[in-house]
T-cell receptor, first 114, second 112 residues
Framework: DAKTTQPPSMDCAEGRAANLPCNHSTISGNEYVYWYRQIHSQGPQYIIHGLKNNETNEMASLIITEDRKSSTLILPHATLRDTAVYYC???????????????FGSGTQLTVLP | DAGITQSPRHKVTETGTPVTLRCHQTENHRYMYWYRQDPGHGLRLIHYSYGVKDTDKGEVSDGYSVSRSKTEDFLLTLESATSSQTSVYFCAITGDSSYGYTFGSGTRLTVV
């Protein structure tokens, strides 16, 4: 699976958009970008994933650059409850592969400030 | 999350004693995983299962064993607990048509 690079920490004002970047310059053509988050003391939570098109769901939007070497997770109106560690993971589709393991890096600690 | 539960939620045990953690799912998912999380190390895969009686090792499997005799249950056993196994343990599940993983709420294990 491709390696990802994320900033260790970011702050965001409550009500503003939080934009979390992820670099994945070695991504292969069949690898997806997945985002998870982990709120303190809880299990990680799936947010969104994408291959090459931008994606949006009720939680967030995912913007993937045309060359697919980087992406940005956007929380449109951050709340205090969005304070968490956000993980960007690149791997082949979860629906394929013999073991479907997820490898977590260090992630980005997002702190939403009141 | 609904559909996956871990037990116990907290446990304190003594060095050298055996400990078994349980992960139970009601989603009928094929794949189940055990991770541990420690400060400075993030989430690390211990063992995983891709079906009943089908298991394999992750990156930090030493000192741990697993069993999966039923689709719904995945057990993690520490044969002889050591202080280095003090950690938070998370179970995760995913299915053939799933895009994401669902994680349990975790088990906080302290070995004294």
């Amino acid at each position: 699976d491709a390696k990802t690079t994320q900033p260790p920490s970011m702050d965001c004002a409550e009500g503003r958009a939080a934009n979390l970047p992820c670099n994945h310059s070695t991504i292969s053509g069949n690898e997806y970008v997945y985002w998870y988050r982990q709120i303190h003391s809880q299990g990680p939570q799936y947010i969104i994933h994408g291959l090459k098109n931008n994606e949006t769901n009720e939680m967030a939007s995912l913007i993937i650059t045309e060359d697919r070497k980087s992406s940005t997770l956007i929380l449109p109106h951050a709340t205090l409850r969005d304070t968490a560690v956000y993980y960007c993971i690149v791997r082949v589709a979860v629906s394929s592969g013999s073991a479907r393991q997820l490898t977590f890096g260090s992630g980005t600690q997002l702190t939403v400030l009141p | 999350d609904a559909g996956i539960t871990q037990s116990p939620r907290h446990k304190v045990t003594e060095t050298g004693t055996p400990v078994t953690l349980r992960c139970h799912q009601t989603e009928n998912h094929r794949y189940m995983y055990w991770y541990r999380q420690d400060p400075g190390h993030g989430l690390r895969l211990i063992h995983y299962s891709y079906g009943v009686k089908d298991t394999d090792k992750g990156e930090v499997s030493d000192g741990y064993s697993v069993s999966r005799s039923k689709t719904e249950d995945f057990l993690l056993t520490l044969e002889s607990a050591t202080s280095s196994q003090t950690s938070v343990y998370f179970c995760a599940i995913t299915g053939d048509s799933s895009y994401g993983y669902t994680f349990g709420s975790g088990t906080r294990l302290t070995v004294v």
